[in-house]
């Protein structure tokens, strides 16, 4: 089965990366930019000269922390034809509309290698978020110059959001919201972050990169990394200036979009409500009696991810047509990841519609 949306190989180094893939996918850069430029002063009232202010912020703290995925930023803007801060812009847009996204989406789940079936460790999420996105979305693989590989889903123009690498590392992630977003300068983006932990190749290096990079909005990051002598999940749970962490429990680890540790923030969640306060706990009850067999499959995720209960706002999420065309969520794409096989499964939303397509780094 072919993927569901276009699949962008590029190597080199992180320069060379970066302008392979902005030239590669020029036009659908050039429409998210745009997409976002709207959605930048319809939702949080900025215009271009404010977008690209920010934008220059942002390049300058990725320099400063992460100047390889600089770079690659660089060349993304050099290679399609966008200004370079509207770019930085684009990879900070949870940033740029803090404080404006509605109900978020997003329910991630992991499975020790020691619960499933075929003894692989498994993660795997659906990603929420407004319907005009599918349009503007690309699978990336990139192989730097060292021979690390990452393939991961990403906006046109970023670089990371669900995905895996060569040295079996994988990450899923989830948007949080505390009262401390936004309140922090000199951060750098969620999504650098998400990239920058990708870029590790080994699980203590990414909660180190995780843990230390500088931030000024909340971001879950639900990682792990397969072993031949067993593979480990953890969940981080990042605001700015704290860092909360869970173990999984019977094998299983989960997380939707409100805080489960007891860090010192005020967790927006408890203002805005929504199905973010049963969907971990429902996809952890889900994969319950396969777990305690220890015979968690795919199909298991995939049941998972299917989920209705709580329709149209369910892990398996539609728009509501009664919301306000801004504020329109729904499972775009479904992410399955595999990673002891290196395998990136993806299926278009909301995946109840949809098989899911498989590549491997193998």
Known sequence: MSLPLPLITVAGTPAECGAAYGAVAEA???????????RFHDQAGLDQAAVRAAGAVYR????????????????VAEGAGVHVDEVYALNARTELIYGTQPDGGCTAAGVLDTHTAGGHLLLGQNWDWHPAQREAMVVLQTTDERGHTIITLAEAGMLAKAGLNSAGLGVCLNLLGCDRDGTVAGG?????V????????????ALKVACRTPRNASLNLLLGQAHEAG???IDLELAPG?????????????HANHFETALPIHDRAKDLGGATLFRSARARRLLAEAAAARKVTEDDL????????????????????RDEPLERSETVYSVLLDLDERRFGIAAGPPCGHEYAFISLR
């Open 28 to 38: 659908l850069v050039g429409e998210n930019v745009a997409l976002y430029l709207r």
């Open 242 to 254: 704290e860092v909360g962490w869970l173990h999984p429990v019977d094998g299983v680890l989960t």
């Open 60 to 75: 300058g703290t990725t320099r400063a922390v992460h100047p390889r995925i600089a770079e690659m930023l660089d060349g």
């Open 194 to 205: 998400v990239r920058a932990v990708l870029e590790t190749d080994h699980l203590g290096g």
């Open 188 to 192: 750098v983006p969620y999504h650098v």
């Open 231 to 233: 593979g480990e999940i």
């Open 302 to 321: 995939v049941a998972v991810f299917r989920d209705h209960a709580g329709y149209p706002s369910a892990i398996c999420r539609h728009v509501d047509e």
